[in-house]
């Protein structure tokens, strides 16, 4: 089946800095590559996506690169706000398989 | 708010025992999907169902099982409980059932967190 990998488990950056997160998928068929935002005590929160026919993709602070032949993809957020604390997790699907596979998650921490 | 609804949203119960876990899609999605959170073991996903039919299967026990109703609610039922089963369990819907075509997300719940003690 499905392997995604996520790193890094945890992130702290200052206030007003970029963060990266990267995630690694095993099954070259996926073909939908979303992002979510898990707030303590609250269920994922999509907050962009990609799929396999599109590069990079933008929303306000946010952005996802995919790079197909690498089998590998990355959240990018600008200019990062206390509010951007959370778990981040990355999933795939595709390839035939209907239900997402997540990654192990991100804790990010915006430093004052 | 995402508007799948799960109910209830706390429970705690003792082992050996069965629990319901019920969830209620977005008005016009067609496909529930329930995932199990765990701090070792993360997301997983447990089952999904596509119009009142099961359309996929992941990691999920013997001992649990899930059904959608003709209304499009969905139960997900855990029997002989164990400790191993405290977790937190999301339902999730989207319109269609392949995630993987343009257009359809799958958005979550708030999660129903269940403690076996």
């Known amino acids: 089946g499905e392997n995604v990998e996520q790193h890094p488990s945890t992130l702290s950056v200052q206030e007003g800095d970029s963060a990266v997160i990267k995630c690694t998928y095993s099954d070259s068929a996926s073909n939908y590559f979303p992002w979510y935002k898990q707030e303590l005590g609250k269920g994922p929160q999509l907050i962009i996506d990609?799929?396999?026919?599109?590069g990079e993709k933008k929303d306000q602070r946010i952005a996802v690169t995919l790079n197909k032949t690498a089998k590998h993809f990355s959240l990018h957020i600008t200019e990062t706000q206390p509010e951007d604390s959370a778990v981040y997790f990355c999933?795939?699907?595709?390839?035939?398989?209907?239900?997402?596979?997540f990654g192990k998650g991100t804790h990010l921490i915006i430093q004052p | 708010d995402s508007g799948v609804t799960q109910t209830p949203k706390h429970l705690i119960t003792a082992t050996g025992q069965r629990v319901t876990l019920r969830c209620s899609p977005r008005?016009?999605?067609?496909?529930v999907y329930w995932y199990q959170q765990s701090l070792d073991q993360g997301l997983q996903f447990l089952i999904q169902y596509y119009n009142g039919e099961e359309r996929a299967k992941g990691n999920i026990l013997e001992r649990f099982s899930a059904q959608q109703f003709p209304d499009l609610h969905s139960e997900l039922n855990l029997s002989s409980l164990e400790l191993g089963d405290s977790a937190l369990y999301f339902c999730?819907?989207?319109?269609?059932?392949?995630?993987?075509?343009?257009?359809?997300?799958?958005?979550f719940g708030e999660g129903s967190w269940l403690t076996v003690v």
């Open positions: 990609i799929r396999s026919n599109v």
């Open positions: 999933a795939v699907t595709g390839g035939g398989a209907d239900g997402l596979t």
């Open positions: 999730a819907s989207s319109v269609a059932p392949a995630t993987g075509r343009n257009g359809n997300t799958i958005y």
């Open positions: 008005s016009g999605d067609l496909s």
